[in-house]
């Protein structure tokens, strides 16, 4: 079955540490792959998408992730966190196989930044 | 242009009420969809569209129902409202069924 693990429930990092936040999805196929971000209280934003081609992607506010098809991975990474990062992350997969060709969400990853 | 809008941002109901949460798009997409977020789950579907007039199930369509009627327009309705209907509404849309671009959620508490 189509599925989305983000293993770590709650990170935290210092301001100006590196940060990778770790996605492994199961699929059938080449899948779609995003990373959203939800700031408190506020909606998702779109953070970088992978379709196909190069598998390391650029995204906004200096996110990458590579994707990673032996590992069946597409982990996030920044190389220096920023305060206003704190946030949760999600990992998500388009089911285009699926009748619905919905979106599956990993159960998401909570960013805290120290000072 | 303000993307995806959803009224009420929040709202509280009685169980058994009614009510109707609203997500416009100004961005001409095709696709639409209803979301719930509830802590630990991260977004389950309720229901999507994939055009004017056309409305489909998604994994999670018990006790809702929709409509869109308009293209821009995309209603989530409640019949009788439950507790167990507390949670976070996120609407989203796109041009295509992949990306997905999504409103700033509705809260709400059935009581």
């Known amino acids: 079955a189509q599925s989305v693990t983000q293993p770590d429930i709650h990170i935290t990092v210092s301001e100006g540490a590196s940060l990778e936040l770790r996605c492994n999805y199961s699929?059938?196929?080449?899948?779609?792959l995003f990373w959203y971000v939800q700031s408190p209280g506020q909606g998702l934003q779109l953070l970088l998408k992978?379709?196909?081609?190069?598998?390391l992607v650029q995204g906004i506010k200096g996110f990458e992730a590579e994707f990673k098809r032996s590992q069946s991975s597409f982990n996030l990474r920044k190389p220096s966190v920023h305060w206003s990062d704190a946030a949760e992350y999600f990992c998500?997969?388009?089911?285009?196989?699926?009748?619905?060709?919905?979106?599956?969400f990993g159960k998401g990853t909570k960013l805290s930044v120290k000072p | 242009n303000a993307g995806v809008t959803q009224t009420p941002k929040f709202r509280v109901l009685k169980t058994g009420q009614s009510m109707t949460l609203l997500c416009a798009q100004d961005?001409?997409?095709?696709?639409m969809y209803w979301y719930r977020q509830d802590p630990g789950m991260g977004l389950r579907l309720i229901h999507y569209?994939?055009?004017?007039?056309?409305?489909a199930k998604g994994e999670v369509p018990d006790g809702y129902n929709v409509s869109r009627l308009k293209k821009q327009n995309f209603l989530l309705g409640l019949e009788s409202a439950a507790p167990s209907q507390t949670s976070v509404y996120f609407c989203?849309?796109?041009?295509?069924?992949?990306?997905?671009?999504f409103g700033p959620g509705t809260r709400l508490l059935v009581l």
């Open positions: 998500v997969l388009f089911n285009y196989g699926g009748s619905q060709g919905n979106l599956i």
């Open positions: 989203a849309s796109g041009g295509s069924q992949e990306t997905q671009y």
């Open positions: 961005m001409n997409h095709e696709y």
């Open positions: 699929y059938g196929a080449t899948p779609y």
């Open positions: 569209s994939v055009g004017e007039g056309t409305t």
């Open positions: 992978y379709f196909s081609g190069d598998t």
